[in-house]
T-cell receptor
Framework: GQNIDQPTEMTATEGAIVQINCTYQ??????LFWYQQHAGEAPTFLSY????GLEEKGRFSSFLSRSKGYSYLLLKELQMKDSASYLC???????????FGTGTRLQVFP | EAQVTQNPRYLITVTGKKLTVTCSQN?????MSWYRQDPGLGLRQIYY???????DKGDVPEGYKVSRKEKRNFPLILESPSPNQTSLYFC????????????FGEGSRLTVL
């Protein structure tokens, strides 16, 4: 079967660093995406990894290890506006769809 | 900038009363899809379309229909809505999942009584 696991909730303090993990078991692998979703809003794209290693984009970085079926999203210098859900999604053998995890709700406190 | 417009944004209806949620895009993207989002279950794909007149089932297609008569529109049809279809629905488009991410509409919150 296809399965994507993420922690349900995390909390962190403004200015800190937080790492959100995602593990996946899918039929094949053709890329992993991270999306951010604020409450009541649509998901928005954050990052895409298809090769092993770290992709950095400003305060956000995403890491992928295909052999371990593992990714993480790293958020640095946390701001209050980073309070949101973070969705991990994998494109497996079926090129036409993304399989989403249930998301990690991050709360940033002052 | 990609724009995906869904209507209605909010709807309360009753069991059995047919309804359509429209989705329109301004990017000329070939790929369009519908997702529903439920607490604890995440985003699940209902149907998708790779191009005009080409549609395929996603993971949870039961109780839904779609059509793709024009490139820009991809309506979601609930012929006989039931309470278990109460959900938040998102339409999403892409240039192609191999290189492009999904752009989501603002969502349509549907309640079936």
């Amino acid at each position: 079967g296809q399965n994507i696991d993420q922690p349900t909730e995390m909390t962190a303090t403004e200015g800190a660093i937080v790492q959100i993990n995602c593990t996946y078991q899918t039929s094949g692998f053709n890329g992993l995406f991270w999306y951010q979703q604020h409450a009541g809003e649509a998901p928005t794209f954050l990052s895409y990894n298809v090769l092993d290693g770290l992709e950095e984009k400003g305060r956000f970085s995403s890491f992928l290890s295909r052999s371990k079926g593992y990714s993480y999203l790293l958020l640095k210098e946390l701001q209050m506006k980073d309070s949101a859900s973070y969705l991990c999604a994998v494109r497996g053998d079926n090129d036409d769809k993304l399989i989403f995890g249930t998301g990690t709700r991050l709360q940033v406190f002052p | 900038e990609a724009q995906v417009t869904q209507n209605p944004r909010y709807l309360i209806t009753v069991t059995g009363k047919k309804l359509t949620v429209t989705c329109s895009q301004n990017m000329n993207h070939e790929y369009m899809s519908w997702y529903r989002q439920d607490p604890g279950l995440g985003l699940r794909q209902i149907y998708y379309s790779m191009n005009v007149e080409v549609t395929d089932k996603g993971d949870v297609p039961e109780g839904y229909k779609v059509s793709r008569k024009e490139k820009r529109n991809f309506p979601l049809i609930l012929e006989s809505p039931s309470p278990n279809q109460t959900s938040l629905y998102f339409c999403a488009i892409s240039q192609g999942l191999n290189t492009g991410e999904l752009f989501f509409g603002e969502g349509s919150r549907l309640t079936v009584l």
